[in-house]
């Protein structure tokens, strides 16, 4: 097989590395990659935007490939899969009217409401005095998102009405003319990821990841500081609800409007205090950096998954099968991210820690005269396998520790709270105590 990767971040990297551990796949044509990609087997980065529909697809027409795999969501929402259809190229990832499930949040809503998913309630709004007459009637928070698609930079979670009203001018003067304000909603995060060949679906193992740029979910949202799976939150029961109450209804709802949807179906899903699963967002696209603990624990050959969207033979897929343990991902990100950032600096250190036995996933990085630099705000993702959360975590760090470059930056808290809790240090029992314990327990049998 020769498969084409769209996209220059570390779920591409994640995704051509373990496309390229397969003896099935012949040659990996990335779009442009990146210093990652440029230095796996079978891989070969192609200096092309990823805007150039036209170019990609001569190229893959070219070159024999089986498919295009589409990573962000950019292009998706831009038509690339309705382009590369029109050409009779085979492509994994939807097309423009499918992508709006992320490209607005809006008609993502819409879809929601009239499909009874669970969600949060929202209102949109074009004019910025509706929507701040609107959060002046409603008890915060409150979160105010733009509708448009912002590299996970366009949501405000605002504690007070002054501050949501703050982020109506924020988003406004940033040049957003659509906002949709909603209902905050309380509880535990968690990404899950359904494949789909627009006929039916197979969801991949959760993960759980790290928004906010600072330690304990602090600060300014990020598109991922670090992430890990598989998520002990979601249990097969609660898998089976999320199955039947949020993706196959919505899958129900796109066939409804026609749309031809061959990719990932990621919802982004709040678990409520009741246990309730209830949407946050939806995505178009494999999650980044989920992409980079997921991959690493799949047994079952990618590409066959892939293929099996693309052919819309999923109902014939063998169940997908997963390696056991756990995997950690750590997110180094460049000064200032994710403001504006400092780029163009020196990475040194990825070969020390990958002889510590993880992968170092880059997902900002550009090779250049045999050196490696930072180009983007995200830099590198570490991720480290273990047989349990303990022992991927130590690994990760570890490993992260022999990286260096000028700001580097990461959130030491990953995965912490799926970490043992430390027995509580407790003053060693005086001998009598003991003793009083026992005749209590053994009294309560003998009433017993
Ligand atoms: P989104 O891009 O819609 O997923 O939003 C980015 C992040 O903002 C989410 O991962 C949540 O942490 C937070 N968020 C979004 N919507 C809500 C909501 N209704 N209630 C609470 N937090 C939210
Ligand atoms: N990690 C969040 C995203 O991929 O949107």
């Given amino acids: 097989m020769k498969i084409m990767i ?10 051509a590395l373990k496309l390229s551990e397969s003896e099935q796949v012949k040659q990996i044509l990335c779009i442009p990659g990146n210093g990652g990609t440029a230095n796996l087997p079978k891989c070969r980065n192609i200096a092309m935007n990823v805007s150039d529909f036209a170019g990609i697809a001569r190229f893959a027409g070219v070159q024999g490939i089986n498919f ?125 990821f359904a494949v789909t060949d627009g006929q039916t679906f197979r969801t991949l193992i959760t993960a759980q990841d790290h928004k ?38 919505t899958l129900n709802a796109l066939q409804a409007k026609q749309i031809d949807y061959r990719g990932v179906l990621y ?27 997921i991959l690493p624990l799949l047994a079952t050959p990618l590409e066959k998954i892939l293929a099996a969207c693309v052919e819309q033979k999923l109902e014939a897929l063998p169940p997908i099968e997963w390696h056991p343990g756990c995997a950690v991902c750590v997110v180094a990100a460049a000064e200032g991210y994710p403001g504006k950032y400092r780029r163009g600096d020196e990475i040194t250190g990825v070969d020390a820690a990958e002889t510590m036995g993880v992968t170092v996933f880059h997902a900002g990085t550009q090779s250049r005269q045999q050196q490696l630099l930072t180009s983007g705000g995200r830099v590198l993702g570490v991720t480290a396998l273990g047989e349990d959360f303990k022992a991927a975590v130590d690994k990760a760090y570890g490993a992260i520790a022999q990286i260096q470059f000028e700001g580097m930056y990461y959130r030491r808290d990953i995965a912490h709270q799926v970490l043992p809790k430390p027995k509580p240090a407790s003053a060693p029992t005086p001998a009598s105590e003991e003793v009083e314990a026992t005749a209590i327990s053994s009294a309560d049998l003998e009433q017993e």
């Fill in 6 to 15: 769209v996209g220059s971040g570390g779920r591409e990297h994640a995704i």
């Fill in 68 to 192: 295009v795999v589409v990573g962000p969501e950019d292009p998706l929402a831009n038509g690339i899969a309705d382009y590369l259809q029109e050409q009779k190229i085979p492509v994994f990832g939807p097309t423009k009217a499918g992508a709006r499930i992320e490209a607005s949040k809006i008609w993502a809503k819409a879809l929601m409401v009239k499909a009874g998913v669970p969600t949060a309630k929202g209102e949109s709004f074009t004019k910025p005095t509706a929507a701040k007459e609107y959060i002046a009637s409603q008890a915060a928070p409150l979160v105010v998102k733009a509708d448009g698609l912002a590299a996970g930079k366009g949501v405000v979670v605002a504690q007070t009405q002054g501050e949501a009203i703050q982020a109506v001018d924020d988003l406004t003067a940033q040049g957003f003319t659509t906002l949709v304000v909603e209902e905050y909603l309380t509880g535990a995060e968690v990404s899950v």
């Fill in 212 to 249: 906010r740029i600072g330690e304990g979910d602090t600060g300014e949202n990020t598109g991922g500081m670090g992430v890990y799976a598989p998520a002990p939150l979601v249990t097969p029961e609660l898998m089976g609800r999320i199955e039947r109450e949020i993706l196959a209804p």
């Fill in 267 to 293: 919802a982004g899903l709040m678990i409520t205090p009741s246990g309730d699963p209830k949407v946050l967002e939806f995505n178009c696209r494999f999650g980044d950096p989920e992409t980079q603990v």
